[in-house]
């Protein structure tokens, strides 16, 4: 199983994270299912930019982002080249190392 690196985040995580998950599975789910408590305001199905992370390593190994995520992404606070919608981004063969960002847009809660 490929191994998640989760960069240190000062409330998600503070002292980083190393989980193994499931090919296929998304980015999210997996952290998740191992207690990082990633933001998903729209209940993971592609409507906001709350689970928005960055892959430092690993990229490469997963699918194609979806024009409508890539859409979405466009309105992520902090969107580098590498970003992805953790929601939709499903975790391939490779390890990858991924940094939760400090900020986040929440489009759909109104309690932000």
């Known amino acids: 199983m490929p191994q998640i690196i989760f960069l240190p985040h000062e409330e998600i995580c503070p002292d980083g994270a190393v989980i ?3 090919t296929g599975a998304t980015i999210c789910d997996a952290a998740l299912a191992n207690g990082i408590e990633i933001e ?3 209940e993971k199905s592609c409507a906001c930019t709350t689970c928005h992370v ?3 390593e690993g990229f490469d ?3 194609p982002s979806t024009e409508e995520e890539d859409d979405l992404l ?3 606070w902090g969107l580098e080249p590498d970003s992805r919608l ?3 981004a499903k975790v391939g063969l490779e ?3 991924i940094e ?3 900020y986040t847009i929440n489009m759909v809660s109104e309690n932000h």
């Open 20 to 22: 193994e998950a499931e």
């Open 40 to 42: 998903h305001a729209c």
């Open 54 to 56: 960055v892959i430092r």
């Open 61 to 63: 190994s997963l699918e």
């Open 74 to 76: 466009d309105k992520a």
């Open 86 to 88: 953790s929601c939709q």
């Open 95 to 97: 390890d990858m190392v």
């Open 100 to 102: 939760i960002p400090k």
